[in-house]
Antibody
């Protein structure tokens, strides 16, 4: 069955970076986009960007350009999202989600809590 | 900056029908925005209910339906169940970027 399994919770200090992973299984990895979405405590969902199977260049939301890097390792079917220059406002649960080309979202990862605190 | 607007909260009685909408600050929402709808319950990851306006996944209950209504994307729940109490988010496509609506908190009372 399709699964997106994310790495565990992280606690970071302001100014540091965090790298969250999303390991895909149960499907052909290169046939789907993977998106990153975050949710601050008590807030709504926020789209961060997407990683394409056929291109090393992700689409990053304007708000996060310069701070977010998205990479993928096809040998392990894992997608990574790295967020740098962390600040307290980056405290959130980060999700990966799968999209079949053309806007067909389906499966989500379980989420990774990132806490930024001094 | 593109803004996607949803009703902040709605209340519906069990067995009733309710429609949630999703509007774009850029104008009328069409199928080219590939509207998706997600349900999220407390402490859980979002779950996709509807993709590309009106398509359902195998796990989507039949009482949920998606459409375009009056220039907005819409999610209609017919025969609401107590377990439908949740937050609902729409997501629209803007040529390479996606934007979530602010979410609708649906109360079943």
């Amino acid at each position: 069955q399709v699964q997106l399994v994310q790495s565990g919770a992280e606690m970071k200090k302001p100014g540091a970076s965090v790298k969250v992973s999303c390991e895909a299984s149960g499907y052909t990895f290169t046939n789907y986009y993977v998106h990153w979405v975050r949710q601050a405590p008590g807030q709504g969902l926020e789209w961060m960007g997407l990683s394409r199977p056929s291109s090393p260049i992700p689409n990053i939301a304007q708000k996060f350009q310069g701070r977010v890097t998205m990479t993928r390792d096809t040998s392990t079917s894992t997608i990574y999202m790295e967020l740098s220059s962390l600040r307290s406002e980056d405290t959130a649960v980060y999700y990966c989600a799968r999209e079949y080309f053309g806007g067909n979202f389906d499966y989500w990862g379980q989420g990774t809590l990132v806490t930024v605190s001094s | 900056q593109t803004v996607v607007t949803q009703e902040p909260s709605l209340t519906v009685s069990p067995g009733g029908t309710v429609t949630l909408t999703c509007a774009s600050s850029t104008g009328a929402v069409t199928s080219a925005y590939y509207p998706n709808w997600f349900q999220q319950k407390p402490g859980q990851a979002p779950r996709t209910l509807i993709y590309t306006t009106s398509n359902k996944h195998s796990w989507t209950p039949a009482r949920f339906s998606g459409s375009l209504l009056g220039g907005k994307a819409a999610l209609t729940l017919s025969g609401v169940q107590p377990e439908d109490e949740a937050d609902y988010y729409c997501l629209l496509y803007y040529g390479g970027a996606w934007v979530f609506g602010g979410g609708t908190k649906l109360t079943v009372l």
